[in-house]
């Protein structure tokens, strides 16, 4: 078996576990959690801001330690961390206990994503590390997709479905343990990068699409379930939508190769927007909302794909450090995102929370991974 297709295959598997699963799950049984817990909008948003916070505390680590002690070690380390959050929200008997479980979860995509970028670069041809990158990345949609189904078949039952996933992670640090190459795949930790240029283009416009996400990820099944009446079947459909509308991030290396990261890039802003309203407004029909919820599916997981690849060309020489960048700073607007959206639900609404977040999606697309400058020299 090839470099690329090993590394591919086991990066994808992990990254399905740990953010269709160990992080975006509990978007999808948010409902039936508060219905058992008893959150509401306000400590729910608080909780998913929460497993944000702790994605962007791991990412960072995670950066430096894959540098420091290579991409194997910190991937099994992600796989258990993922298990050990995940057994912890199926088993929580409070919602102080389940806040703590889905931080512990959500760290788990943190530590996941930077030793994927650095074991491509190190075993992986160059003219093949862009698209096994971004197919390790649509990961996400195949765990979000598969969360769907398992919801439906289990009727509701959350702590059963966290408990399965947790014991698929252990078969996941597992196969990352014989999969993946022991170095980093770069020049090795360096500290913080220079923050100018196409980095900084990056941590804004990256910042703002997370915020923006969050009106799906982390309220999209309440939304439907206010909104259009939907119970656990209902939002089931929708997160399989989803997920299967993010495979298309899969193609997100060949669509940038081919047109280039800043026409996708706006591409699919204005894709995630519309989706957002599709799914959030009061007078979307349940079709309407099931396509929006795939189409957010494919410009969320594309859209991470661009900041990916927009991220280890900024910094070639640091691949772990250079997806760690983009990837902090969607976690960040998505820290902020979370509790901004649930308080907006709680006070003036769900309807004019979502066009907000709709907005917000649009302004990410004023920064562009190249300068005015560079694009015109390009032309010359």
Known sequence: MSPALRIGATGFGLIAVCYGFARFAFGLFLPQIDGDLILGPSLSGIISGGAFAGYCIAIIASAVLTERIGARAVAVGAAIVAAAGMAGIALAPSPLILAIAVVVA?????????????????????????MTNTVINAGTSAGVALSGPIALAIAGQWRLAFG??????????????????ASGGGEGAGGLPPMKGPVLRLISASLLMGAASTALWSFGGELVSQQLDWG????????????AGGIAGAWAGTLIGRFGLDPVHRTFLGLMAASILAVGSGIATPALALIGGAFFGAAYVMLTGVYLVWGTHALPGRPATGLMIGFLTIAIGQTAGAPFFGFLMAGPGAGPAVICFAVLALLAGFFRARSATKRAAACL
């Open 106 to 130: 959500g760290s788990s995509t943190g530590l996941a994503s930077p030793p994927m970028a650095a074991a491509v670069a190190a075993a992986v041809q160059k003219s093949r590390q862009d």
């Open 164 to 181: 399965a996933f947790a014991a698929v992670a252990v078969v996941l640090a597992v196969a990352a343990a014989a999969s993946l190459p």
């Open 232 to 243: 656990p079947t209902g939002t089931g459909i929708l997160w399989t939508c989803i997920g």
